[in-house]
């Protein structure tokens, strides 16, 4: 039977295959990536056990996401902070010590508390991408991705909901454009920044010290530019190789 057809039939055979397969995934990409709805989640606003305000804690006494998402910028994760975290300043005698707002935490934590368990307080997860999608907070986190661009104004919100889609278009939506959405490292967990913000000179003295490119001749090639999001974006794509994938093995293992 080997030898019955010349071996390049075999090969063209596979190669057939392949086409025809290839085919396939594109025409069941295309067609999710048309219908996958765009607004399923967002709103989603769960009562959570006790009514944390990030619009207090994160925007008004300005403290940093990182906090209490202590692991955010070296795990796939971003972690929930233990009832520890908050102890720290509703423990007896400090903050807010008594508020009935806060008996799940004195439940976690206050032995001489009636309602004492030592169970940690059950916050519902409002965020979840499904076990077949693989996301990586520390891979964005680390290239200039900031919460705003997947959570929204967090910082002003009283209750956390779900403000974007997350949906498969919507993450491949930045990785074709990412430089609409770099910024400076240092200034991911600031959801407030803009570019407009950036001091241009300190901005071209980065460049030039990390590209080796005169600072000059950097601002020169701008000169016709506008100053933009898009623009600062770009530089930093450029500088830092950034070219987030798209293929479809990298986010379904
Ligand atoms: C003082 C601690 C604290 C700080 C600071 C803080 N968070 Fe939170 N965060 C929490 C707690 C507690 C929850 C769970 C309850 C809730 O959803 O409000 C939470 C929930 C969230 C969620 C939703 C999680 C889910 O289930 O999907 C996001 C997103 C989030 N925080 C982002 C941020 C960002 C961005 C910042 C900085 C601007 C920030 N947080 C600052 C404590 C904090
Ligand atoms: C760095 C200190 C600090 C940390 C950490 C902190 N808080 Fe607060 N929290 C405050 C301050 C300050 C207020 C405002 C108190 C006031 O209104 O006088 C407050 C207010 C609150 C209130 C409102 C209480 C009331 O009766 O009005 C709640 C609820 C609360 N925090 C929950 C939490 C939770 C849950 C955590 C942990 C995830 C946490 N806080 C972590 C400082 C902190
Ligand atoms: C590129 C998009 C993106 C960026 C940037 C991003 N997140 Fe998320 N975040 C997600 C997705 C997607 C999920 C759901 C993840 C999952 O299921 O593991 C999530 C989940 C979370 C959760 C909930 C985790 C849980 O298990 O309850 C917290 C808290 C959170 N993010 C905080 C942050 C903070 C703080 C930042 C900025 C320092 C940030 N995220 C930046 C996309 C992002
Ligand atoms: C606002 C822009 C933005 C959004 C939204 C975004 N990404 Fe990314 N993504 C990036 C950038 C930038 C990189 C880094 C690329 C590099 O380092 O070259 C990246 C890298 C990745 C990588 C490769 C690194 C790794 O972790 O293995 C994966 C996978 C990934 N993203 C998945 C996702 C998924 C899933 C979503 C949607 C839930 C998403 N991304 C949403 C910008 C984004
Ligand atoms: C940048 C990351 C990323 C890439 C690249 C990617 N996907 Fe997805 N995909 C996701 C995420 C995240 C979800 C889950 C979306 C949700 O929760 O709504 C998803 C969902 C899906 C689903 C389930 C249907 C749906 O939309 O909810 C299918 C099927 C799918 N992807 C196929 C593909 C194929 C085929 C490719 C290659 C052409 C591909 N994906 C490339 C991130 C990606």
Not at 22 to 36: D, I
Not at 88 to 110: F, I, Q
């Amino acid at each position: 039977m080997g030898n019955l057809f010349p071996r390049w039939t075999n090969t063209l055979a596979i190669k057939i295959a392949i086409c025809a397969g290839a085919l396939a995934t594109c025409v069941v990409a295309v067609a999710w990536y048309s219908w996958t709805p765009k607004h399923t989640r967002v709103g989603y606003m769960p009562q959570q056990p006790i009514p944390f305000d990030h619009s207090l804690h994160a925007g008004k006494l300005a403290m940093d996401c990182r906090y209490c998402h202590s692991f955010v910028e070296e795990s796939s994760h971003s972690n929930l902070p233990a009832a520890q975290v908050c102890w720290n300043c509703h423990g007896p005698g400090k903050v807010k010590s008594d508020s009935p707002k806060l008996e799940p935490l004195r439940a976690a934590m206050d032995e001489n508390y009636e309602g004492y368990t030592g169970d940690p307080i059950e916050w519902v997860q409002i965020h979840e991408t499904p076990d077949y999608a693989y996301f990586n907070h520390s891979a964005h986190v680390n290239r200039g991705v900031s919460c705003v661009e997947c959570h929204g104004r967090i910082d002003q919100m009283p209750v956390v909901y779900h403000a974007k889609s997350l949906s498969m278009s919507f993450c491949l939506d930045c990785h074709r454009n990412p430089e609409k959405a770099l910024r400076p490292v240092d200034q991911v967990t600031n959801l407030g920044w803009s570019a407009e913000d950036l001091s241009q000179d300190e901005f071209y003295a980065y460049l030039a010290e990390k590209s080796g490119k005169p600072a000059d001749d950097l601002k020169a090639a701008d000169a016709d530019e506008e100053w933009s999001q898009e623009l600062v974006g770009a530089h930093l794509q450029r500088l830092w190789g950034v070219n987030p994938p798209q293929q479809c093995a990298a986010c379904h293992h």
